[in-house]
């Protein structure tokens, strides 16, 4: 199958540069990002369409993500775009040593794969991984020692609901590790694009072009937060099931209440650790837990116990006054 592909040929270019859209975007996707990405037109930018329909738009290979994927498809779908990087190197007079691969998402896991597994074919001269979401890296024969020549940029999003920031930790240091000259970076973002990650993949592009293998240490993993996040699928488990009774602060980014109760609830995290687990739900993004305790006002501060709602107090109200509401022996 040739894959239908968007060419944007800058004015001084002499290198390839492959951009590969993530789950339901394509080939128009990642354009807009090039007049920030390569304003001086450096690159023949070649911007291909996933084969797989995925509404609104397309797809590589299809994956739950919850780890079944289409493992067919996914070698399929590598084997075009390894192709189609030779035609397009081919096509405009340069070197595939030279180019340089990356993407968002599924495609950001597609030319991690290109890039990192054995081959006969010449390796990329680098990797750009935006929020990549790669089913693992046992789906490739990867060549660690021909991977230590490889740089490899990767980004992610501290706020992601749909690829894990830890899964891209981890797959940042397992790089590290195999030594592969890699640049990890975390950005407050969901999954997406940030302005500030653009400007840094730019950056890194520029030293690639210049010979270098930009290197940095992958930094260690935050503290874990002194309330922690939990959504719908995590409820049972965390909630429900907990030894400990458990704090649910019910909340949204919208309320100001909110936000002024928010350092109570972890003041009152910190004072009773090891007594009581605290969590928040955010009932925007986690509505049917809300419905499912009648949650119709907010700051709702919940004491569960064996599973059951014991108790709750409601509005922004000083930590000695939210703990007598709870029926918690109050702390000066």
């Keep these: 199958m040739t894959l239908i592909t968007n060419v944007v040929k800058g004015g001084t270019a002499d290198r390839v540069l492959l951009l590969v859209h993530g789950l339901g975007a394509d080939e128009r996707d990642l354009g807009g990002l090039l007049p920030y990405l390569d304003p001086d037109g450096q690159f023949v930018t070649v911007l291909p369409r996933g084969p797989v329909a995925a509404p609104p738009g397309f797809a590589w290979y299809e994956w739950t993500g919850a780890g079944a994927f289409d493992a067919d498809g996914f070698a399929s779908a590598l084997e075009e775009l390894d ?81 894990p920031v830890q899964r891209t930790r981890d797959l940042a240091r397992t790089l590290e590790s195999h030594g592969v000259p890699v640049v990890y970076t975390e950005y407050p973002m969901a999954h997406q694009v940030a302005m500030e990650s653009v400007q840094q993949a730019r950056g890194w592009l520029d030293a690639v072009r210049a010979g270098e293998r930009p290197t940095e240490p992958v930094p260690e993993d935050p503290p874990e937060p002194l309330v922690k996040s939990v959504t719908t699928a995590e409820w049972e488990s965390e909630v429900l099931r907990s030894e400990l009774p458990v704090i649910v602060d019910f909340w949204a980014p919208w309320c100001g209440p909110c936000r002024q109760v928010s350092p109570i609830v972890e003041q009152i995290a910190a004072m009773r650790e090891g007594a009581y687990k605290v969590v928040k739900l955010n009932i925007d993004d986690e509505p049917s837990v809300a419905q499912q305790y009648e949650v119709q006002s907010i700051p709702m501060i919940g004491l569960f116990r064996n599973g059951r709602l014991e108790r709750s107090a409601l509005g922004a109200k000083p930590r000695p006054q939210i703990e007598a509401e709870l029926g918690m022996l109050v702390i000066p």
């Design 83 to 163: 192709d189609l990087l030779d035609q397009a190197c081919a096509d405009h007079g340069a070197e595939r040593s030279q180019a340089v691969v990356g993407g968002f998402s599924q495609g950001a896991g597609m030319t991690l794969a290109l890039a990192l597994r054995r081959s006969d074919r010449a390796r990329p001269a680098g990797v750009v991984a935006m929020s990549p979401a790669l089913p693992n890296l046992d789906v490739i024969d990867v060549d660690w020692e021909a991977a230590k020549e490889l740089p490899v940029l990767v980004q992610h999003g501290t706020e992601d609901p749909l690829v």
